[in-house]
């Protein structure tokens, strides 16, 4: 004679059968793409971190007025990827643009590893190692 709760378990698995619920939860996805307007706004695209090392996949967008040309300067930055947009640890690769230099931290507040200032030229560049899916916060200039 069965239990209760193996004929409710039975019923339960035939109606997901039937009706073609997912019995196993899917892997987690993709952050979802994200449009950022640093304040002041702009309208330039400065710096775009990709959640595919090909490119593909959501992007994270920053969009601003300009940068300068020294490193010695932050004319961006933002200390965590987490809050409201959850791209802690997503980024695969990156791309700066309109002469902007950015540098990657493995921990929120610009903790952790810091890399040297990058600049990709407009060109797709793969986050090395330590960096790959291990981008918490970030500074443009």
């Known amino acids: 004679m069965r239990s209760r709760a193996t004929s409710i378990l039975a019923v339960f698995l035939v109606m997901s059968f ?3 619920f997912p019995l196993a939860r899917a892997a987690a996805a993709a952050p979802g793409g994200v449009n950022l307007y640093v304040d002041p706004p702009g309208t330039s695209l400065k710096l775009r971190l990709y959640y595919y090392a090909d490119g593909s996949g959501d992007t994270f967008s920053v969009y601003a007025i300009s940068c300068t040309a020294s490193t010695g ?9 987490n809050v409201l947009y959850n791209w802690n640890n997503q980024a695969t690769a ?13 921990s929120t507040n ?3 590893t810091a890399s040297s200032w990058q600049n990709s030229a407009g060109n797709l560049a ?5 960096y790959d899916r291990n ?6 200039s």
């Open 94 to 106: 990156w791309r700066d643009y309109s002469g902007c230099d950015v540098k990657f931290y493995t």
């Open 73 to 81: 300067d932050v004319d961006y930055s933002y200390p965590t990827l």
């Open 110 to 112: 610009f903790g952790g």
């Open 126 to 130: 793969q986050m090395s190692s330590t």
């Open 135 to 140: 981008v918490e916060s970030w500074k443009l």
């Open 18 to 20: 039937i009706l073609g």
